[in-house]
């Protein structure tokens, strides 16, 4: 069965510090990539995707992350991360049977300290 | 983008009861789905809620247990039937539009 694993399951940083969070996935065919961020008390939200083209996608708030499909990765970045991103961050790809069933990873909580 | 609402945000339920969930989102969706968050794990599919036809379950999961109701396009319920405390989860539900898009969950905790 497909899988998706998040490495890091607790991420603390200082503010100004660079963020990267690994994110690897099982299915070697075609699959869309995404990250997902769910600040403390609001909804699950796109943070960016991956569906073809340049490997390396820009999100919001600064965020990106680099698809690398030798290593069946889709790490997210961020160069310098702030207090605000204080949240849950979920790597999801689409199932092979369909392009719109997303398989989540376990999450990673990131706690920015000020 | 779809502004979905949950009700009810959370729920402490004696095992062996029933809860329903209800998803209302504020435009027509075609594709409606639920999912199940339990504590330190990540979301799994629960179901596909489709309209006017019986919801298509993943693998591990059963009508009897979750009931999904879809009676139009911007509507949907998920029951947890005869509940246990491995029941105790975040219960989310999302809908497909030019993303995915999730609600702000159910937090059902089962005693």
């Known amino acids: 069965a497909q899988s998706v694993s998040q490495h890091n399951h607790h991420v603390i940083l200082s503010e100004a510090a660079s963020l990267e969070l690994g994110c690897n996935y099982s299915?070697?065919?075609?699959?869309?990539l995404f990250w997902y961020v769910q600040y403390p008390g609001q909804h699950l939200q796109l943070l960016l995707k991956y569906f073809s083209g340049d490997p390396l996608v820009k999100g919001i708030k600064g965020f990106e992350a680099e698809f690398i499909k030798s290593k069946f990765s889709f790490n997210l970045r961020k160069p310098s991360v702030q207090w605000s991103d204080t949240a849950e961050y979920f790597c999801?790809?689409?199932?092979?049977?369909?392009?719109?069933?997303?398989?989540f990873g376990s999450g990673t909580r990131l706690l920015v300290r000020p | 983008s779809a502004v979905i609402s949950q009700k009810p945000s959370r729920d402490i339920c004696q095992r062996g009861t029933s809860l329903t969930i209800q998803c209302q989102v504020d435009s027509q969706v075609t594709m409606m789905f639920w999912y199940r968050q339990q504590p330190g794990q990540s979301l799994t599919l629960i179901a596909t809620?489709?309209?006017?036809?019986?919801?298509?379950?993943e693998s591990g999961f059963v009508i009897d247990k979750f009931p999904i109701s879809r009676p139009n396009l911007t509507f949907s319920t998920l029951t947890v039937s005869n509940m246990s405390p491995e029941d105790s989860s975040i219960y989310l539900c999302?809908?497909?539009?030019?993303?995915?898009?999730f609600g702000p969950g159910t937090r059902l905790t089962v005693l």
């Open positions: 299915y070697g065919g075609t699959v869309n």
């Open positions: 809620a489709n309209q006017g036809s019986e919801a298509t379950y």
């Open positions: 999801a790809v689409t199932s092979m049977d369909s392009s719109y069933k997303l398989i």
């Open positions: 999302s809908v497909l539009g030019n993303e995915q898009f």
